[in-house]
């Protein structure tokens, strides 16, 4: 409902900032700044730099969450989340953060978050959203049989009491850091891997030694099981030579270049067949969306094959380096 979407998003910019100051540099999603294109980029850092600049061997491990946001054990993400803000309600702001004071309060180097704010609020509207029942009283619009084929481990309908986060909403990707975050202080604490990234439930471990990835396997099932009541997604899970390519948040990350992976790639094909030729903003717009992405690595070619069609060329103008598109004026349907 629009009520929780505003509770949503003022508990996200009430707290954020208090949550992020307890992640690692290598957590991505749903962070200012951190983003799909930031942790791309420090996975090929994190490969450059564990393989001396591509000069030696180096893998990279894959690692998934099995049915993640289906899973995550709203008992224990309201712990994490309790105990993270209750660490950080005595840590000194700073004077250099970028964050609304309230009204009569004065920004000093002694200032603290429970000074500027409502700890005990915040407490308890933490509790409201983390415990809410998604399938309460929830509303299912159309038939049962639309619910065939889909997999048990990725729908609110089919999770344990207690389980499951509703995925659209903005806390929910916000938590989706929180409840990992005690998996992120493991991999840098315990296991001591130097080159680690997570976005949501996507991670990648880097290492010279591909028979250390490997020996980290168990540990990292065992602390998800025995924690966080995750399961890790043996079928996702791979080790590869670097040189051979990692695909990682829509990239293909090879030597000295990045290349779209061919699974966005499929669906962005997939969509323009279906795209409406009929409405030129709208088709200008889904167009720079896809250029959005794919300037970002080597891929003019594809660009140009896209995009560089009589039929687009009719109601959308392209600029030469095809990173954006503007609709025309006029232009025949």
């Not at 224990?76 to 660490?87: N, R, V």
């Not at 509303?139 to 065939?148: A, L, Q, R, T």
């Not at 250390?212 to 997604?233: I, M, N, S, Y």
Request: aromatic share 10%.
């Amino acid at each position: 409902m629009f009520r929780d979407r505003i509770v949503h998003h003022l508990y996200f910019n009430y707290t954020h900032q208090l949550f992020e100051r307890t992640f690692i540099a290598d957590s991505y999603s749903c962070i200012k700044g951190r983003g799909t294109h930031y942790g791309i980029n420090r996975l090929c850092q994190h490969i450059r730099q564990a393989s001396l600049n591509w000069s030696q061997p180096c893998y990279a491990m894959n690692l998934d969450i099995r049915g993640y946001f289906m899973h995550i054990n709203r008992e224990k993400l309201l712990k994490i989340a309790t105990d993270s803000l209750t660490k950080m309600a005595t840590h000194k702001v700073g004077l250099t953060a970028d964050v609304p004071i309230p009204s009569g309060v004065i920004l000093t180097k002694s200032t603290t978050w429970a000074d500027i704010r409502d700890m005990r609020f915040i407490m308890w509207l933490t509790e409201q959203i983390v415990m809410l029942d998604p399938m309460e009283n929830c509303i299912i619009v159309g038939d049962e049989s639309d619910w065939d084929g889909i997999d048990h481990a990725k729908c609110m309908r089919y999770v344990e009491p207690g389980l499951g986060l509703p995925i659209g909403n903005l806390t929910s990707q916000l938590y989706s850091n929180v409840y990992m975050n005690p998996f992120d202080q493991f991999v840098k604490r315990d296991i001591l891997c130097e080159y680690y990234g997570r976005y949501v439930d996507d991670s990648n471990m880097v290492d010279p030694d591909r028979e250390w990835l490997l020996a980290q396997v168990p540990k990292v099932r065992e602390f998800l099981a025995d924690e966080l009541g995750l399961q890790l997604h043996m079928g996702k899970l791979h080790v590869r030579e670097v040189r051979q390519g990692v695909e990682f948040l829509g990239a293909f990350v090879k030597p000295y270049r990045d290349y779209v992976s061919n699974n966005t790639l499929n669906r962005i094909v997939s969509k323009m067949h279906e795209i409406d030729l009929h409405d030129g903003k709208r088709v200008s717009s889904t167009v720079n969306s896809y250029l959005g992405i794919l300037s970002h690595t080597a891929s003019f070619n594809i660009r140009q094959e896209l995009f560089g069609g009589d039929d687009l060329a009719r109601i959308i103008e392209i600029d030469t380096d095809y990173c954006k598109s503007k609709p025309k004026t006029r232009f025949c349907a």
